[in-house]
């Protein structure tokens, strides 16, 4: 590094400063970076193939890829999905290619927000990653198997990066205000409470922690003493986000009364705790994914429309953010709290789960496998059910658990008609 490029980092975002170079300086994924995991015995042998990165924003999807080409002496070349064309990952490739041929170098693409390609886009780079021309890496905050192409997924391996604890934001704050990337040169002093706000409402998202002490270090002047001393107010205004009569043990409690106000139906306190969450800087796609699993936890099979709802709430928050997301939560909350109530079924799942870990070579009825064998299980040949009017009764379970009830349908909302129907199916 020139001194040129050292001036430059000095100047660079705190965040960026303090990316890890190496595997032991990386914080949090334990699950993927343990010494004998997958991903470090592949990067410590130098023949790491295609991948991709998937997890909520600031976990270190990128900096794992930093260290990786760094680790296999490679070179990082970083496009973003929503900026960048075909145009731009043909002139990448094609210089991949030289270094290659030329020095034997190889060339790690990382792509940023990769779900954001078109087919065609991502169709150029197939060749590439195949003949090993690149050494594909996606990031993504969007699961792949849902949001990219088969092609791109088939030639990938795919890792899932979790959200980091309070405790890993903390750690990587307290690096910064040490280390000399950091505030090491300055006598910064970070009060507890302070580190502990910014760790909770950072929401596992070391980029967004770092941004918030950076700020604070910068807006503090100094006191008599040459220190810098953040308090939990500053943190407050740093890290956008006030502790509006609301820490982290309350906030657990006021979504487990929101929670518990919604299956017992009380429309009023449901919306009052979840307007306490949202103006105290909560997450609303939290309390609109409680909505969800609600619906069908609480509300299920005697009022699927409130799956329906629950979901568009969740649509409204991904795409149009808080306040104008406000309206349509509070018309779920409403929705699902008015609608009446059956739980069966998560008493399904639950059972049914139960049985398929119980019999674990539970086997097939010949007649309802893809390609039946010739011999005669007992079971006879498949009937097409709408070759009988659209239901004809036959074995479907496997025989250890053939006579299994695990759906039973209880007498609320738009149920009590099921019962009827599985009684005369049944008889």
């Known amino acids: 590094m020139n001194l040129f490029e050292e001036e430059v980092k000095k100047l660079a975002p705190l965040a960026d400063r303090m990316r890890p170079d190496t595997l032991e300086e990386f914080i949090g994924q334990e699950h993927l970076v343990s010494p004998n995991s997958f991903l470090v015995r592949a990067i410590k042998a130098n023949s790491f193939g295609s991948c991709i990165f998937y997890g909520p924003p600031g976990c270190g999807k990128t900096t794992i890829a930093h260290i990786i080409a760094s680790t296999c002496k490679g070179r990082f070349v970083k496009l973003n999905a929503v900026s960048s064309g075909v145009g731009d990952a043909k002139e990448v490739i094609a210089e991949a290619r030289r270094n290659l041929e030329l020095y034997g170098t190889r060339t790690y693409l990382l792509l940023d927000e990769c779900h954001r390609w078109s087919k065609a886009q991502s169709d150029c780079v197939l060749e590439a990653i195949e003949n090993g021309s690149i050494i594909f890496i996606g990031s993504t905050t969007e699961n792949p198997f849902i949001s990219m192409t088969r092609a791109i997924i088939s030639r990938c391996r795919v890792f899932e990066f979790k959200a980091l604890t ?71 205004d740093c890290v956008q986000s006030k502790a509006l009569a609301i820490d982290e043990t309350t906030q657990y409690d006021m979504l487990s009364a929101f929670c518990k106000s919604l299956r017992g139906s009380d429309t009023d306190a449901a919306l009052f705790y979840a307007e306490k969450l949202l103006i105290s800087g909560y997450d609303p796609l939290i309390i609109a994914r409680r909505l969800v699993a609600h619906a069908s936890e609480d509300v299920g099979m005697a009022d699927s429309n409130a799956l329906l709802l629950a ?23 409403i929705y699902l709290c008015e609608a009446e109530k059956s739980n069966s079924v998560v008493v399904a799942m639950n059972a049914a789960m139960e049985d398929a870990e119980k019999y674990k070579d539970a086997v097939v009825p010949n007649h ?3 390609h039946p064998t ?54």
């Open 166 to 236: 309070k405790e890993n934001v903390i750690t990587a704050l307290n690096r910064a205000i040490t280390s000399e990337k950091g505030y090491g040169n300055l006598k910064v002093k970070v009060d507890e409470d302070a580190l502990d706000h910014i760790a909770w409402a950072s929401a596992g998202d070391i980029r967004t922690a770092l941004n918030a002490l950076e700020l604070a270090v910068k807006t503090t002047p100094e006191n008599k003493k040459g220190e810098i001393v953040i308090n939990k107010a500053t943190a407050e």
């Open 311 to 333: 979901m568009s709430a969740l649509h409204s928050c991904e795409k149009l953010g808080f306040p104008e997301c406000n309206l349509t939560l509070c018309h779920a909350i």
């Open 368 to 370: 309802l496998k893809n």
């Open 374 to 427: 010739g011999y005669n299980d007992g079971h006879g040949k498949y009937k097409y059910p709408h070759n009988y009017g659209g239901y004809v009764k036959q074995q479907y379970l496997p025989d250890v658990v053939k006579d299994k009830v695990y759906y039973m349908p209880l007498n609320n909302g738009k149920e009590k008609g099921l019962i009827k129907k599985k009684d005369k199916y049944n008889k």
